[in-house]
T-cell receptor
Framework: DSGVTQTPKHLITATGQRVTLRCSPR?????VYWYQQSLDQGLQFLIQ???????AKGNILERFSAQQFPDLHSELNLSSLELGDSALYFC?????????????FGQGTRLTVV | GEDVEQSLFLSVREGDSSVINCTYT??????LYWYKQEPGAGLQLLTY?????DMKQDQRLTVLLNKKDKHLSLRIADTQTGDSAIYFC??????????????FGGGTRVLVKP
């Protein structure tokens, strides 16, 4: 158990809909990262938050957004969903800053858009 | 930009050593990581190495880093059937724009035959 909790584990939704994925980082970790894993694109970095503020942005679509709350949990919002958004979405956490470099991943949310 | 490459597949006999290779392009990488992903599971952090080190050993795992050639390898001694999984190499860049994000290779599928 990595200590990173993601909910839900599975999500099936229709095209055009909006979903929210949730992540609770390990205790003491300030940084949260979101990744998308698909067969054709591999593991793609989406976005990072550190202590509530956006730190780095990757290949995140405009239809996607994220935030990190004061209790450090994070949510990834996916809207106007398309079939191609079907993927495994991972959250990872690390201490961030000058702390230990380990990044631990949650079990992922498998999103299926039908 | 950052790019991380791995071979797609490795087959090894139980009890032999496995060597998984990875190359990366970002010369400013600070840390390099190896993760393991079993079917239907998240990414498990196996080990990491700081970019100014040449080698790190952790039980059955040995990481070798050739910074000049930007080549990273993971050696698994006495490979077991439970080591069958996909192994991902990742690098962490430097600088504010990079945050602490990890850039992943495409993964190497390791199959251990009895």
């Amino acid at each position: 158990d990595s200590g990173v909790t993601q909910t839900p584990k599975h999500l099936i939704t229709a095209t055009g809909q909006r979903v929210t994925l949730r992540c609770s980082p390990r205790s003491g970790d300030l940084s949260v990262y979101w990744y998308q894993q698909s067969l054709d694109q591999g593991l793609q970095f989406l976005i990072q938050y550190y202590n509530g503020e956006e730190r780095a942005k990757g290949n995140i679509l405009e239809r996607f957004s994220a935030q990190q709350f004061p209790d450090l949990h994070s949510e990834l919002n996916l809207s106007s969903l398309e079939l191609g958004d079907s993927a495994l979405y991972f959250c990872a956490s690390s201490h961030g800053g000058q702390g230990a470099p380990e990044a631990f991943f949650g079990q992922g949310t498998r999103l299926t858009v039908v | 930009g950052e790019d991380v490459e791995q071979s797609l597949f490795l087959s090894v006999r139980e009890g032999d050593s496995s060597v998984i290779n990875c190359t990366y392009t970002d010369s400013s990488s600070t840390y390099l990581y190896w993760y393991k992903q079993e079917p239907g599971a998240g990414l498990q952090l196996l080990t990491y190495i700081f970019s100014n080190m040449d080698m790190k050993q952790d039980q059955r795992l040995t990481v070798l880093l050739n910074k000049k050639d930007k080549h990273l390898s993971l050696r698994i001694a006495d490979t077991q059937t439970g080591d069958s999984a996909i192994y991902f190499c990742a690098e962490r860049g430097r600088g504010k724009a990079a945050g602490n994000k990890l850039t992943f290779g495409g993964g190497t599928r390791v199959l251990v035959k009895p």
